[in-house]
């Protein structure tokens, strides 16, 4: 018995097992815990233990360990048990990328120095030199904590990291692998290998490398181990991989950094301060340290005990390595197939070995099944472009019959309604007197007084109005001369600084206002605007008044903007206008005598429509609560009715994208497991926040599911064709799910979104720098969503700009983020099989 | 007079829980004055037959049995595996030395020449610094190192193989012990150092009236130098008995034919003369005589039983069955 | 037909100085030597340490680059060509080595080391390699279940047999024994030679035998040739050497070997064993400070070994002095 017990190897065995319960944890991370890494739970009901019963106390986060989070949770209420299981695959992702990439350099390096090269040496011992007189950490440090390496992809930040470290830490192997190269070429054996005819680099590859395995394997895992180690001393530096985001508001002591993926080191991250000033929160740092103590004995105790088995004389292991590679050998193989009749044993075998492990690597990319048409998609961006749909402003003939296009392409792939009708209405007029109804002007001109003379300029020809007062429409029909709407006055300049004029005479004036050129006017008139919509004055914008204590009614806006971009007119509180280059150098200065008459506008006569419509799933016909994934597509856009030369061909391609989605799935021969609906937003193209969208009249209206009927998962399809910008951009949020599953179809959505070659940026809604490319619709329905994404853009100004145009389209893009919608519905098990 | 007896010393190793039987059951004496020879082959327990008189035998090892008798001038007969180590220190270097194979390893590198031979007088005997430093410088001189006073500063870098081994004698006999321990004392030697050295030594165990034990596996040093002489093998005596009879009318196999396979340089044949087989290992001696797997005139009753050392003629002892 | 020539064959050491890397001194191990070996025959190099037969043997199979000289084989010379066409010399141009514990790669099986060199130089085809590893460890006497093992699972002389099957396994002409049995018991030792003997004859193959102890030497060598300080001293048959040494330090060397029989006669030479230092090589006869019977001449002129007898020797008291003025 105790012969059984000295020979085993009790480091081995021991390191052994940790490292496989690590690699559990790498793979299979829902087995252990089935929470999400990144739910954040702000306050909530604990158990804890108090004189040895559970009672449950209220606590706020971070929340102490307690029966639901075994080890407590972070600032932000996220499991630390959680994250730490989800974090060993990014912690060991570093850290074996990391020895691999020292390995790969080192090796070759240290072989042929200790070879005797001795420029190579000479190498080795400066990096060596360099770095002892240097302290690693403090170069890791200054480097990584560079902007660019702290904002990286998780992805990217493993990479640069391990780069980093290898160039930082190769020497020290490589030195050690030299001088123990030197010894064996010491060894009198050398000299009979030299003797038999054989040229260094085969004396390297079959006689030093079996001697150097054993010392270069043990080194590898305590090297593993001291990655790790120094991966925690840099995350205690605030160095950390991953991208970080501000914890979401709320009391929070201090503002900090937090991490956002799961990963060792960042948990780290709030060492010194938890350590001097939060003593009673030691389970913040505590688990983390244990989990790297973990790490590092696992590794060391490992590589200590493969060190012992490779140095038994007797290893069959290297032997049959050895063999292995005779087997084989492709020259070999050849040679038993010219003598077939002898060797057909082992030629059949190999051929089948070889198939197999073919097979195997060109498995995993599996194709497809549904393929996303992108011409189709494409015709019905031509379609929906047309001259015919005017743009298709909500509320408007155009838009009207935009919407009737859609309801007629779902019933052509047979797409059911949902309840009774395709469509849910809403108002396109604010009877409550507010403002920002869409409105059509289709005649206006100035006339600008010169003396005698007055000049004429022309609607959309000379200048654009893209804001009229409301209280001065008049809302009937009649087009007598006196009805059109008219404005006279002169024009004023105001000071730098933006205070207020006074104005001695009565005279209406009018205002000229700059607008910086910041290349998107719509974002300029909406900032900026702040002033302009506002009833009070802004910092922007002065306050005119006259002793008649009138504000202006009429502004003028000087920008160049416009000829480059669609801008549509809104009703408001004042009237605005924009000049083109000859009438704004006419009105230049001040004191120029002016009137402006308008056409009473044309007024949306149709209500807003979001089209609804569903492939009913297996689970349609099932009692109880019925998931759904809703795919939310916007199909309005702005009035090009009145300039032409816009063609609003970005506006169309959510409707297109989501139309051909529909037609994909309806035309699948197994019906989907859950019920997939269709939304076509209208009225989601505007400048201006909420009401007159459809999905907030959608979502505040009585028609949102309760959630407990119908859980859903929402996808937004934005404007995805949107040239300017190469990568697909997809915003995840994650609704009321608590369960890893949204963690998981994050990653598997990456995943997939590799295997199909797309390029893309993941962002998370929490995160510090999330870009605009959120949609509202999103956010509204993400609310009582279990998980919603958003594909696409909805922010950038190519936009109804002259580029806009069907052929200028980055239909690529477009297309991958139809492949992806369609295969993560039909692929993805977290997303098409029902939780329930 | 016998200066040593040496009766049943069983010295065994035990490595990775195996026992190894380095010397097993050996009896042998040495007479005042005499040169005897142990020769044998490696594994035969020559050398640990040596370092269990000196009592150098250490872990793994383990002297488990047997007496060895040392005639010191007070006390008759006094068991030396009785002695504690204190006891065994204060002999050694005295009563008894011991010369090695090597002389670089056994000397220390950093201190110098003279002193390590003046040391050795100076722990057994009260002489002064001056006293112990004359008599160190006499003594290399004794040895053939001309130049004594110069070289006694000079450090064993610094001096050849063959001054080294000088050195080493030097320091063994400077106390004058009556028994001197050589343990392959000439086989790291070129030739022409070699012949020197035994004739510094036979000239010295001559001049000094010394006994002498040399262990050795050359048979051609042991013509040389032996009075007497014992064949070991596999831990073993096979045969005992004095040089010229030994070389005249071997009697055991083995000894038999390790004489026919040398190569002699005052002979020429076409093929030499072999043993076949190989030296079995330690742990896997075969059932009775060790020799039984490469003996030419094996029987069936050697490989049962082993044989006793007998005397099969004055002065002559044989262990084989072919002589009864 | 002459297998092996060497022509002035030179080999000098540099030492450095460990602190500031000069040249501190010369080591001249092999001081110009000449010989050749007719195919099939046996030469041995005998000398004790510092002689430089060791370095000689490891010049010609170029483990060393020689400083000087040419090396021929079968009349072609090896010692100029690039190292990667020597590698393909290596072939016919094999080494037994002396400690036959240290010279086999202690994690390789015996089938691996036997195979590496069939591999290398194409002796035969991969299918047939487990065929040859057998025969080969036939030829040396040890059994084809043997391949497995590891080389510690031997004992030195079965290990030596498996270094005399690797150097066989490349066929090749001229092997070179650099004191292949100095390191086994004397029970192996004969079976070793006896063995050496056999594959000569089967094979005809031609050796250099280098060794310290004259009786092995005797029984060898077809010729003999000693060695002192790099140099040649005595060369010639060995039967007329052995009977009839000329040099000094060859009656010396002779006279030191002990015999295994005690009646024997022996006239020893006494040399005093002050052996110069190989970096102060002396001046004029290299050996006269220890030579019993030098001359004033020795002192000064260096003695040429004469080329054109089957017994040469490089030493004053055979030449009259005028020859040595070239």
Known sequence: ?836 | ?324 | MEMIRVENLKKTFALKSKVLGIKTGEVHAVNGINFGIQRGKTLGLVGESGSGKSTTGRLILRLLEPTEGKVSLEGRDISKISNREFRKMRKNIQMVFQNPYSVLDYKMTIEDILIQPLHIHKIVTPLEYKKEVERLLGIVGLSKKDRKKFPHEFSGGQRQRIGIARALATQPKFIVCDEPVSALDVSVQSQIINLLKDLQKEYHLTYLFIAHGLNVIKHVSDEVAVMYLGKIVEIGEVEEVFERPKHPYTMALMSASPIPNPEAKRNRIHLNDEIPSALNIPKGCSFHPRCPKAMEVCKEIEPKLKVDKTHEVACHLFHGTEDNHD
């Open chain 2, 1 to 324: 007079m016998k200066l040593l007896q040496v009766k049943n010393l069983k010295t065994y190793f035990y490595i990775d829980k195996e026992e190894v039987p380095a010397v097993d059951g050996v009896d042998f004496d040495i007479n005042q004055g005499e040169v005897l020879a142990l020769i044998g082959e490696s594994g035969s327990g020559k050398s640990v037959t040596s370092m269990s008189i000196m009592g150098l035998i250490d872990e793994p090892g383990k002297i488990i049995s047997g007496e060895i008798l040392f005639n010191r001038q007070d006390i008759f007969e006094d068991d030396l595996l009785q002695k504690s180590d204190k006891q065994m220190r204060f002999l050694r270097g005295k009563e008894i030395s011991m010369i090695y194979q090597d002389p670089l390893s056994s000397l220390h590198p950093m201190i110098k020449v003279g002193e390590q031979v003046a040391e050795a007088l100076m722990i057994h005997e009260n002489t002064t610094k001056a006293e112990a430093k004359g008599k160190a410088i006499e003594m290399m001189k004794r040895v053939g190192i001309s130049d004594g006073e110069k070289r006694y500063d000079e450090f064993p870098g610094q001096f050849s193989g063959g001054m080294r081994q000088r050195i080493m004698i030097a320091m063994a006999i400077i106390c004058n012990p009556r028994l001197l321990i050589a343990d392959e004392p000439t086989t790291a030697l070129d030739v022409t150092i070699q012949a020197e050295i035994l004739d510094l030594l036979r000239r010295l165990q001559s001049e000094n009236r010394m006994s002498m034990m040399l262990i050795t596996h050359d048979l051609g040093v042991v013509a040389e130098m032996a009075d007497r002489v014992c064949v070991m093998y596999c831990g073993k005596i096979m045969e005992e008995t004095t040089n010229q009879r030994l070389f005249k009318n071997p009697k055991n196999p083995y000894t038999k034919g390790l004489m026919k396979c040398i190569p002699r340089i005052d002979d020429k044949l076409e093929y030499l003369d072999t043993i076949e087989g190989y030296v079995p290992h330690p742990t896997d001696f075969p059932k009775g005589c060790r020799f039984s797997t490469r003996c030419p005139e094996v029987m069936a009753h050697c490989k049962e039983e082993l044989p006793e050392l007998r005397e099969v003629e004055p002065g002559h002892k044989v262990r084989c069955w072919l002589y009864g």
């Open chain 1, 1 to 836: 018995m105790i012969n059984l017990l000295k020979k085993i190897n009790f480091p081995l065995l021991l390191g052994g097992i940790l490292v496989l319960i690590m690699l559990f944890a790498y793979f299979f991370p829902q087995v252990l815990t089935d929470k999400n890494p990144n739910v954040e739970e702000a306050a909530k009901y604990i158990e804890v233990r108090r004189d040895g019963e559970w009672v449950e106390e209220f606590a706020t986060r971070p929340f102490p360990p307690n029966r639901e989070n075994i080890m407590g949770s972070d600032e932000a209420g996220r499991d630390i048990y959680t994250r730490i299981i989800y974090g060993t695959r990014n912690t060991l992702h570093v850290a074996l990328l990391v020895v691999f990439l020292r390995i790969l350099v080192a090796m070759p390096l240290g072989i042929i120095a200790g070879m005797g090269v001795k420029s190579v040496s000479l190498f080795i011992n400066m990096f060596n030199t360099f770095f002892t007189t240097i302290p690693k950490l403090l170069i890791a440090f200054v480097i990584l904590n560079i902007n660019y390496f702290r904002n990286l992809e998780i992805d990217r930040a493993i990479l640069a990291f391990a780069i980093v470290l290898t160039v930082i830490g190769w020497s020290k192997l490589a030195s050690m692998i030299e001088d123990q190269t030197a010894l064996i070429m010491e060894e009198d054996f050398i000299e009979g290998e030299v003797a038999v005819g054989k040229n260094p680099l085969q004396i390297g590859v079959q006689n030093l490398l079996p001697h150097l395995i054993p010392h270069v394997i043990s080194f590898l895992f305590i090297e593993i181990g001291m990655v790790l180690f120094l991966l925690a001393q840099l995350s205690v530096l605030t160095v950390f991989i991953g991208p970080r985001r501000m914890p979401l508001a709320e009391a929070f002591q201090g503002n900090f950094e937090m991490a956002f993926e799961p990963e060792w080191g960042s948990m780290l991250a709030r060492a010194p301060e938890v350590i001097r000033l939060y003593h009673d929160r030691m389970w913040l740092t505590l688990f983390p340290a244990l989990a790297f103590f973990f790490g590092v004995t696992a590794f060391n105790l490992t590589g200590e005990g493969l060190r012992i088995e490779f140095q038994k004389r007797n290893s069959q292991i290297v032997s049959f390595i050895r063999k292995g590679f005779f087997l084989a050998s492709p020259k070999i193989y050849w040679m038993q197939l010219r003598s077939f009749k002898i060797y057909w044993k082992p030629v059949l075998g190999k051929t089948l070995a070889v198939l197999l492990i073919l097979g195997y690597f060109s498995y995993p990319a599996e194709a497809s099944q549904h393929f996303f048409d992108i011409e189709r998609a494409k015709t019905h961006v031509e379609e929906l472009s047309d001259e015919k749909y005017e743009g298709r402003l909500v509320g408007f003939e155009g838009g009207n019959k935009s919407g009737e296009y859609i309801i007629d392409t779902l019933k052509s792939y047979g797409l059911k309604p949902w309840e009774e009708s395709y469509t849910q209405e809403f108002n396109t007029l604010d009877e409550s007197g507010g403002f920002f109804e869409r409105l059509i002007v289709e005649e206006a001109y100035i006339e600008v007084y010169q003396g005698e003379d007055a000049e004429v300029y022309h609607i959309n020809e000379d200048f654009i109005i893209p804001a009229l007062h409301k209280a001065e429409m008049h809302l009937e029909e009649d087009t007598n001369e006196a009805g059109w709407i008219d404005y006279h006055g002169k024009t004023i300049t105001y000071h730098e600084d933006h205070t207020s004029v006074k104005i001695t005479d009565e005279q209406q004036h009018i205002p000229l206002i700059d607008i910086e050129d910041h290349g998107d006017i719509h974002s300029q008139l909406y900032v900026r605007g702040q002033g302009v919509w506002a009833h009070s004055a802004t910092h922007n914008f002065p306050t005119v008044s006259n002793p008649r204590g009138i504000s202006y009614h009429l502004g003028i806006l000087n920008t160049d903007l416009y000829d480059r971009e669609l801008i549509d007119t809104y009703s408001h509180n004042r009237t605005l206008i924009i000049p083109f280059e000859d009438l704004r150098q006419s009105l230049d200065g001040a004191d120029v005598e002016m009137a402006l008459f308008v056409k009473p506008p044309k007024l949306p006569s149709y209500p807003g429509r979001n089209i609804t419509a569903i492939i009913p799933g297996e689970n349609w016909e099932q009692e109880g609560p019925r998931e759904l994934i809703v795919i939310g597509a916007p199909y309005d856009g702005a009035y090009t009715g009145g300039r032409e030369a816009f063609a609003p061909a970005i506006t169309a391609t959510p409707a297109a994208t989501s139309l051909e989605i529909a037609r994909v799935l309806s035309a699948m021969e197994e019906p989907l497991e859950k019920t997939v609906m269709f939304i076509f937003w209208d009225g989601e193209y505007s400048f201006y926040p909420f009401r007159i969208r459809g999905s907030f009249q959608y979502t505040a209206s009585q028609r949102t599911f309760q959630q407990a009927d119908f859980p859903y998962t929402y996808i937004d399809v934005g404007y995805t064709g949107n040239e300017s910008v190469d990568q697909l951009e997809i915003n995840i949020m994650h609704g009321q799910k608590r369960s890893d599953t949204s963690y998981l179809i994050r990653t598997s959505l990456s995943q997939r979104l590799q295997e199909l070659e797309i390029n893309y940026r993941m962002f998370d809604a929490s995160q510090r720098w999330a870009r605009g490319s959120v949609s509202r619709a999103l956010y509204g329905m993400n609310m009582n969503s279990q998980f919603s994404m958003g594909f696409g853009s909805n922010y950038y100004p190519y936009i109804n700009r002259l580029e806009d145009k069907v052929e200028s389209i980055n239909y690529e893009k477009m297309e991958g983020t139809g492949q992806i919608i369609v295969d993560s519905i039909t692929m993805n098990s977290h997303l098409k099989e029902p939780q329930n």
